[in-house]
């Protein structure tokens, strides 16, 4: 199945299902901003850390049962990671589809935890190595990765917080490339609008 029509699929098939329901209260739309704190492995080199800006938008589905505790949703976001001392730039939109369990409080406030599946679709990631006198070899990776998340929040109205953890992706090196594990974690910033 093509990439863009699934993401397509999951921002319009809750909005066909709320159709004739409340959907003030079945279905959400959020921008999420957020803080990426990426740590790169590479074979034989010492381990790199970044910190870099997230974009991303979240629809989420509460379902109808268990006092809409439980929902569902899905969350595209860009991420990149640039590490210029070993020449390894990586790009890529995250395709996030997760459960959510909510823990409302009073007056509109509530706790949440996740539970995420999720694609990483590269947009550029290129690896550069030294042949010595030979000069460079630049290498290009367009391999879709998948990995799991975890994370919980607090949710204020329309405005929320949440921590989420990753875990690591692993990239198994060929004869010219070199392996490589990249992990990170997130902090991100919710705006509901609507």
Same mark, same amino acid.
């Given at each position: ?52 800006? /997230? ?113 690591? /992706? ?25």
């Amino acid at each position: 199945m093509n990439i863009r029509l699934a993401i397509i699929l999951l921002f319009c098939l809750p909005a066909m299902v709320c159709l004739g329901q409340d959907s003030y209260r079945t279905f959400h739309l959020t921008f999420t901003p957020g803080l990426d704190f990426g740590r790169l492995t590479i074979e034989n080199s010492p381990e790199y850390r970044r910190t870099n800006i /997230r974009l991303g938008g979240e629809v989420e589905f509460l379902l109808p049962v268990y006092k809409q505790k439980w929902g569902i949703f899905a969350e595209p976001a860009f991420q990149s990671f640039n590490e210029e001392s070993v020449a390894f730039r990586y790009e890529s939109v995250e395709v996030s589809l997760g459960v959510r369990h909510y823990f409302y409080l009073k007056n509109r406030f509530s706790f949440f935890i996740n539970l995420i599946s999720l694609m990483d679709a590269p947009i550029k990631h290129t690896q550069q190595y030294s042949l010595g006198a030979y000069g460079n070899i630049v290498l290009e990776d367009d391999s879709i990765a998948a990995g799991f998340a975890g994370g919980g929040g607090f949710r204020a109205k329309r405005v929320s917080v949440e921590g989420r953890f990753y875990t690591q /992706r692993v990239r198994e090196g060929t004869q010219l490339a070199l392996s490589y594990y990249y992990g990170k974690a997130s902090i991100i910033f919710g705006f509901r609008l609507f």
